[in-house]
């Protein structure tokens, strides 16, 4: 089965999207649980929680169009390389 790049990508970039807005809101309505999630997820690294804690809108925005472009990007190269893997659909 041979993946479309483009679709790899776009698929992935809207996954890691609404993820990225997910997050945003579990780190805003939930942050002591968000704190614990990502301690675990480091291994047990003590995370000391932030004095003030303060997302502006355009830094939402830079980390939501960044992180999308970056899984765009990742899910474009995924395909290509699944495709060149991929020797049954030869």
């Not at 997820?41 to 355009?58: C, D, E, K, R, Y």
Request: glycine letters at 4%; proline letters at 4%; hydrophobic letters at 55%.
């Amino acid at each position: 089965m041979k993946h479309d790049p483009s679709v790899t990508a776009s698929a992935a970039a809207t996954m890691v999207a609404v993820l990225y807005v997910v997050c945003r809101l579990g780190v805003w309505l939930l942050p002591e649980l968000s704190r614990t999630i990502m301690q675990s997820w480091f291994h047990g690294l003590q995370i000391q929680p932030v004095a003030a804690w303060s997302l502006t809108f355009p830094a939402f925005l830079l980390g939501l169009v960044t992180a999308t472009a970056s899984a765009w990007l990742v899910g474009w190269c995924f395909a290509h390389c699944y495709n060149m893997f991929d020797h049954k659909s030869k």
